[in-house]
């Protein structure tokens, strides 16, 4: 009984060892596991966020696409109505050219004015306003120069603001010939801007942080529109 009281029972210490060696492999094992699922998941997370930009890209692409074609159809219906009448004959007909252009525009929210333009860039008729602003001369802007120069089928101009109201818009214009060939001036469809960004604001309604621009192959800024800055102030110009 004595050798009995006196014997201990010893737990070998390998076997101790390799307990706790399976407990750290098995917690550096799911570690690892939840950083590949955590991988896996933010790459999934980033790849439909890119799927969903591209599609809002395009979106916007073929809006602003179809915006173009359908104020260069509006150009050319334009030119097919004055066709190429000397300055006289169209102010001398000023009210009924007035009253064709307003027929024009109407139903497009984005059109802000058609006007026509003489080869002095001074006006022969608009859908705005009535009887005509004849004192304003347009002969220095870039579309008047680039078409009186010739060479260029359309121009879009960066964002203006106009002369006459104060207002911003961008262009999209054409030039109007004699039937000799010489310049007769121009033919003008002013644009809002806010057409642009109210439809960009609508299409980043639900997606946080998306910013549109829409830019010219030069760089100038035709239209922009940014989410609400911290002042909670829309940052669309």
Same mark, same amino acid.
């Given at each position: 009984?004595?050798?009995?009281?006196?014997? @201990? /029972?010893? /737990?070998?210490?390998?076997?101790?060892?390799?307990?706790?060696? /399976?407990? +750290?492999?098995?917690?550096?094992? #799911?570690?690892?596991?939840?950083?590949?699922?955590?991988?896996? %998941?933010?790459?999934?997370?980033?790849?439909?966020?890119?799927?969903?930009?591209?599609?809002?890209?395009?979106?916007?692409?073929?809006?602003?696409?179809?915006?173009?074609?359908?104020?260069?159809?509006?150009?050319?219906?334009?030119?097919? #109505?004055?066709?190429? $009448?000397?300055?006289?004959?169209?102010?001398?007909?000023?009210?009924? %050219?007035?009253?064709? #252009?307003?027929?024009? $525009?109407?139903?497009?929210?984005?059109?802000?004015?058609?006007?026509?333009?003489? $080869?002095?860039?001074?006006?022969?008729?608009?859908?705005?306003? $009535?009887?005509?602003?004849?004192?304003?001369?347009?002969?220095?802007?870039?579309?008047?120069?680039?078409?009186?120069?010739?060479? +260029?089928?359309?121009?879009?101009?960066?964002? %203006?603001?106009?002369?006459?109201?104060?207002?911003?818009?961008?262009?999209?214009?054409?030039?109007?010939?004699?039937?000799?060939?010489?310049?007769? =001036?121009?033919?003008?469809?002013?644009?809002?801007?806010?057409?642009?960004?109210?439809?960009?604001?609508?299409?980043?309604?639900?997606?946080?942080?998306?910013?549109?621009?829409?830019?010219?192959?030069?760089? @100038?800024?035709?239209?922009?529109?940014?989410? @609400?800055?911290?002042?909670?102030?829309?940052? =669309?110009?």
């Amino acid at each position: 009984l004595a050798d009995l009281n006196v014997r @201990k /029972v010893r /737990v070998p210490m390998a076997g101790r060892t390799e307990s706790l060696n /399976v407990a +750290v492999a098995a917690g550096i094992l #799911l570690a690892l596991a939840l950083v590949a699922v955590a991988g896996w %998941l933010h790459q999934r997370a980033f790849a439909e966020a890119r799927l969903e930009l591209d599609r809002d890209v395009r979106i916007a692409q073929e809006h602003a696409l179809k915006l173009f074609d359908t104020n260069q159809m509006l150009l050319q219906r334009m030119l097919d #109505l004055v066709g190429s $009448a000397s300055d006289a004959e169209l102010l001398a007909q000023s009210a009924q %050219l007035h009253a064709q #252009l307003q027929r024009m $525009a109407e139903g497009l929210p984005q059109v802000q004015g058609l006007f026509i333009n003489g $080869a002095d860039g001074h006006a022969l008729g608009n859908s705005r306003v $009535a009887p005509l602003p004849r004192q304003i001369d347009y002969s220095d802007r870039d579309f008047f120069v680039a078409h009186r120069a010739g060479g +260029v089928p359309v121009y879009v101009t960066e964002q %203006l603001r106009s002369r006459s109201t104060g207002e911003p818009f961008f262009d999209m214009s054409r030039r109007r010939s004699f039937a000799d060939g010489s310049f007769a =001036g121009t033919v003008n469809v002013s644009l809002r801007p806010q057409y642009l960004t109210q439809f960009y604001a609508e299409l980043a309604r639900h997606r946080t942080g998306l910013h549109f621009a829409l830019w010219r192959d030069d760089g @100038k800024l035709v239209a922009r529109w940014f989410p @609400k800055n911290r002042q909670g102030m829309a940052m =669309g110009i």
